[in-house]
């Protein structure tokens, strides 16, 4: 019954491999976010999905690319890995347009390891 | 464009005594304001919230927070601190935007410490 869950919860890999982190709600949400936490513990949007529309991209390299196959899932996929990729990637929803606009669940995070 | 402040990265109190956490936003427009709490190698859980009506907003595990609009403050409170609330703590503040689909600005967190 995991709200927002996300896999894998770990995932190490080397420098210039293709990865993707998967992301599903399960609370019937419209939006769904991802957010990058760096090792200082900053936690900064990346993008946010309404109805498989992108609405914000903050100046995210493009080897980030987001991917919603249903308004349940966003998937996160990154190219060419970086050293400076390293981080904890996590996922949320929100019911927005309800009236509960921006209140966000999110997900137990992914902590991605670049080699 | 937005932002927030959270004073003292880390916080020490001792079991029992009063919790102050202290967050100050920046806002062009009237801001939705939240405390989140990380526990370790977890996900953020929302503490509460503001969104408009009462100041004074309370939440879970005994966590309260006023919205001082003339300061531009949100700050967290509790009366007395437990050890199970050590844990990193996140102030928030959004905007509602055309789409209302506005992400989270966050603070750089605060690290609460409980010593016995």
């Known amino acids: 019954d995991t709200a927002v869950s996300q896999t894998p919860k770990y995932l190490v890999t080397q420098m210039g491999n293709d990865k993707s982190i998967k992301c599903e709600q399960n609370?019937?949400?419209?939006?769904m976010y991802w957010y990058k936490q760096d090792s200082k513990k900053f936690l900064k949007i990346m993008f946010s999905?309404?109805?498989?529309?992108?609405?914000i991209n903050e100046t995210v390299p493009n080897r980030f690319s987001p991917k919603s196959p249903d308004k349940a899932h966003l998937n996160l996929h990154i190219n060419s890995l970086e050293l400076g990729d390293s981080a904890v990637y996590f996922c949320?929803?929100?019911?927005?347009?309800?009236?509960?606009?921006?209140?966000?669940?999110f997900g137990p995070g992914t902590r991605l390891t670049v080699l | 464009a937005q932002s927030v402040t959270q004073l003292g990265s880390h916080v020490s109190v001792s079991e029992g005594a009063l919790v102050l956490l202290r967050c100050n936003y920046s806002?062009?427009?009237?801001?939705?304001l939240f405390w989140y709490v990380q526990y370790p190698n977890q996900g953020l859980q929302l503490l509460l919230k503001?969104?408009?009506?009462?100041?004074l907003v309370k939440g879970i595990n005994g966590f309260e927070a006023e919205f001082k609009k003339s300061e531009t403050s949100f700050h967290l409170t509790k009366p007395s601190a437990h050890m199970s609330d050590a844990a990193e703590y996140f102030c928030?503040?959004?905007?509602?935007?055309?789409?209302?689909?506005?992400?989270?600005?966050f603070g750089k967190g605060t690290h609460l410490i409980i010593q016995p």
């Open positions: 949320a929803s929100s019911p927005v347009g309800s009236g509960l606009w921006n209140e966000q669940f």
């Open positions: 609370l019937g949400h419209d939006t």
């Open positions: 999905y309404n109805n498989k529309e992108l609405i």
């Open positions: 806002s062009s427009v009237p801001p939705y």
């Open positions: 503001y969104t408009t009506g009462a100041t």
């Open positions: 928030a503040v959004s905007q509602i935007s055309g789409g209302g689909a506005d992400g989270l600005t």
